[in-house]
């Protein structure tokens, strides 16, 4: 299993501005996802982080909103854009271990105003 | 496109008593997957199951994957608090090898 963590854990932001995500693996991932989960709720996949090509986003979710970057095969980072209230979530990166199970990070718990 | 459904949505059950979840998918799986989340946690991965009609156990929890491979359940025997959490089961959806979260089941132990 991979052990996986993320930075911030949390952060209160204006609305307006800009988060970015990071999520470091412990080890090389072919595969890593960025959810949403809003309280009580399930986690809905944002995107695919591809290594050396562009994030294949899920329907509802664009680019211009939530940047990715996937520099390598141990790293990726997110970015709410242009925040509202709205994107008030938990936002979870996750690698894909063996037969498409997935491990997660600790999440960012993030707060618009 | 696919959709993964659990009930119930909430189950409160006194300490010592059993509980079912039961996952239900729109289409066939590969296999099925079962996380659990901690309140304020994130989900950690239990078990998954590939066979048709595949049973396994872990100490007081049993997963079962159904034989058309579309529905799948948990059973915990003699629940105890730190069985406190919510339980989604989740199967592959298409390409990338992404996968499909179930709506989970929010389980309230009550010593």
């Known amino acids: 299993s991979a052990v996986i963590s993320q930075k911030p854990s949390r952060d209160i932001c204006q609305r307006g501005t800009s988060l970015t995500i990071q999520c470091q693996v412990d080890?090389?991932?072919?595969?890593m996802f960025w959810y949403r989960q809003q309280p009580g709720q399930s986690l809905t996949l944002i995107a695919t982080?591809?290594?050396?090509?562009?994030?294949?986003?899920e329907s509802g979710f664009v680019i211009d909103k939530f940047p990715i970057s996937r520099p390598n095969l141990t790293f990726s980072t997110l970015t709410v854009s242009n925040m509202s209230p709205e994107d008030s979530s938990i936002y979870l990166c996750?690698?894909?271990?063996?037969?498409?199970?997935?491990?997660f990070g600790p999440g960012t718990r993030l707060l618009v105003l | 496109g696919q959709q993964v459904m659990q009930i119930p949505q909430y189950q409160h059950v006194q300490e010592g008593e059993d509980f079912t979840t039961y996952c239900n998918s729109s289409?066939?799986?590969?296999?099925i997957q079962w996380y659990k989340q901690r309140p304020g946690g994130h989900p950690v991965f239990l078990i998954q199951?590939?066979?048709?009609?595949e049973v396994k156990k872990q100490k007081r929890l049993t997963f079962q994957f159904g034989e058309a491979k579309k529905n799948s359940s948990l059973h915990i025997t003699a629940t105890q608090t730190t069985d406190v959490g919510t339980y989604f089961c989740?199967?592959?959806?298409?390409?990338?090898?992404?996968?499909?979260f179930g709506t989970g089941t929010k389980l309230q132990v009550i010593p």
């Open positions: 996750s690698a894909q271990g063996a037969g498409e199970t997935q491990y």
């Open positions: 080890s090389q991932v072919t595969m």
């Open positions: 982080a591809n290594q050396g090509s562009e994030a294949t986003y």
């Open positions: 289409t066939t799986l590969s296999n």
């Open positions: 199951l590939v066979k048709s009609g």
């Open positions: 989740a199967g592959p959806s298409g390409g990338y090898q992404k996968v499909t």
